[in-house]
């Protein structure tokens, strides 16, 4: 009987070796969660990001029955937050709210500590969302026609304000410099409400700036908008032009998605996303995104893949050929 015994002890081993214990996996993910999940916003509290990413916690939580916790790790442009989620356990316990500045990273500092796309498992994109091209009232364009007429003849310096360099505001400015062969300068300000601000006080030209700050001072009259930069009108905004009605290909299009780390077992990611779309198809999930100027998404995690790709790859081609650096 001992030798009986030994011998069940070797088989068991080369069983665990060699993966014979696999039908567990299912069962695990099937479980999952059995303990509470740590969302990590690359944000401090309040603010969109934040937002977003609480109203996908809470929902989430309730519909796993386990608590999903927020934490905001507010540092260099999401980087830290984006290294913690990497050197976490594939385990599902810790998923990443990223968004465009993500992609935008790889283009602007030569030695990211990690790849944006391929140390990540992605999961889906939640929303994407335009930004809104607006100029001070008193300034001659009427419409975006005027506005490229205006911009390529410009008389004296030509500047263009931004939340700041690396921003959604900042890049879009920079790719209209290239497409409309314009040569503005950027002044990069600490937020869309400073340069705002200025904008409305005519201390610079133009500004693409978030729908959300931007569309209230439009329709108050206080600036006025020229166009979207979404490849076509947004709905709802039908009377505001995009850009690429004047400029074939242009779209600046900013996202929010949820990421895992890398090598995410298949059941999970499954799971999670199915959950994650669930919720966003929900009429007041649908509501609050577009109350807040984004659209839902809720793509595959190879279709979120791809689009991370093609973003980096837009974005490292417009800061190689604008010449645009973080300082």
Not at 122 to 142: D, F, K, Y
Not at 228 to 252: N, Q, W, Y
Request: net charge positive; glycine share 10%; with cysteine.
């Amino acid at each position: 009987m001992k030798t009986c015994r030994s011998a069940f002890g070797v088989v068991s081993i080369f069983a665990v070796a060699l993966g014979w214990v696999a039908p567990m996996a299912p069962l695990q993910a099937a479980e999952y969660p059995t303990r509470p999940i740590r969302l990590i916003i690359p944000a401090a509290p309040g603010g969109t990001t934040d937002g977003l990413g609480r109203i996908f916690g809470a929902r989430l939580s309730e519909v796993f029955g386990q608590q999903v916790v927020v934490d905001n790790r507010p540092s260099a442009s999401g980087i830290l937050a984006a290294e913690i989620t990497r050197a976490a356990a594939p385990d599902g316990y810790t998923i990443f709210l990223p968004y465009t500045q993500h992609t935008v990273n790889a283009a602007l500092i030569k030695k990211l500590p990690y790849h944006p796309v391929n140390d990540f498992t992605p999961i889906t994109q939640l929303t994407e969302a335009g930004l809104l091209l607006v100029i001070n009232p008193s300034s001659p364009p009427r419409n975006l026609k005027e506005f490229l007429d205006w911009t390529r003849n410009f008389k004296g310096a030509l500047n263009f304000g931004s939340a700041g360099i690396g921003s959604g505001g900042h890049l879009a400015g920079e790719l209209y410099n290239i497409m409309a062969g314009v040569k503005a300068q950027h002044i990069p300000y600490k937020g869309t409400g400073p340069a705002l601000i200025d904008l409305m006080g005519g201390q610079f030209q133009y500004n693409f700036a978030g729908l959300l700050g931007a569309l209230p001072l439009a329709r108050s009259g206080k600036l006025r908008a020229i166009a979207v930069t979404t490849p076509k009108r947004i709905p709802g905004l039908d009377d505001i032009p995009a850009m690429a009605e004047v400029l074939p290909g242009f779209s600046v299009v900013g996202w929010y998605g949820i990421m895992a780390p890398p090598r995410l077992p298949k059941p999970l990611v499954t799971r999670l996303h199915t959950e994650l779309v669930k919720i966003l198809r929900e009429p007041e999930t649908d509501k609050r995104i577009r109350a807040a100027g984004g659209t839902p998404v809720g793509n595959s995690p190879e279709e979120f893949r791809q689009f991370l790709l093609a973003d980096m790859a837009k974005w490292a081609d417009v800061v190689k050929k604008s010449g645009a650096k973080v300082e």
